[in-house]
């Protein structure tokens, strides 16, 4: 069936518009110009997965290493250490029975309150270095006091003096008394017997607090 327009031109099978007069030949729906076009759904294999930032689950901090840039660790054990220091200075019954305890116990605590103040549980590793901490601080206390000894003894002849008079009052039996004597004589054989006095005091101190600090975080992870 043939269509004409309204201008009586013919029109062509399906125009839109009048192609004499451009009456257009059946009436139009408008689209949206605010609208934007949705852009074709990207294939899966180019798809970008963009996380929810509520659901994201942020990465657990790193643990800080023990040692002295550790600051929890170094109030830890340093207030574990003066405790400690005090607590050696009391006349129990049996002193070196007392002293061993308390440096042991010292190292365990200073395990427990450094979980206690950062929430981190150390491994024995860990727990042998706070245990090392802590006894390092209490030979520092115990150097410190030495040296003060040292000083208030000055005018009594001096630390060799001193230490003459406690081997003549302590001496044991069959001990050779004149040859620890001679030894003392020399500032040589003082500054040895010093050097020697010192280290065998470090390792004594730090030796325990590390078995107690092993021991703290051995039960820390059990629980």
């Given at each position: 069936m043939d269509q004409r327009c309204t201008c009586g031109a013919q029109l062509y099978p399906d125009a839109l518009f009048c192609h004499k007069c451009g009456k257009p030949t059946r009436e139009l729906i408008a689209s949206d110009p605010e609208a934007p076009a949705e852009p074709p759904p990207l294939p899966a294999a180019g798809r970008l997965y963009v996380p929810d930032p509520a659901t994201q689950v942020s990465p657990p901090t790193a643990a800080v290493a023990i040692g002295f840039s550790n600051r929890q660790a170094v109030r830890s054990t340093m207030l574990v250490a003066a405790l400690a220091w005090l607590l050696m200075?009391?006349?129990?019954?049996?002193?070196?029975?007392?002293?061993?305890?308390?440096?042991?116990?010292?190292?365990?605590?200073?395990?427990?309150?450094?979980?206690?103040?950062?929430?981190?549980?150390?491994?024995?590793?860990?727990?042998?270095?706070?245990?090392?901490?802590?006894?390092?601080?209490c030979f520092v206390i115990t150097l410190v006091f030495m040296v003060t000894s040292v000083v208030s003894v000055s005018g009594q002849g001096g630390i060799a003096a001193i230490w003459r008079r406690q081997i003549r009052e302590s001496a044991a039996p069959g001990m050779n008394v004149e040859e620890a004597m001679r030894l003392l004589e020399s500032p040589a054989g003082v500054f040895f017997v010093l050097i020697f006095v010192l280290l065998v005091l470090f390792m004594f101190f730090t030796t325990l607090p590390m078995i107690g600090g092993a021991v703290g975080a051995k039960v820390l992870e059990k629980e």
């Open positions: 200075t009391i006349p129990w019954p049996i002193a070196p029975f007392f002293w061993v305890l308390w440096l042991l116990v010292a190292g365990f605590v200073a395990v427990w309150l450094y979980h206690r103040r950062t929430g981190e549980s150390p491994n024995v590793r860990a727990g042998v270095w706070l245990g090392w901490l802590t006894g390092v601080f």
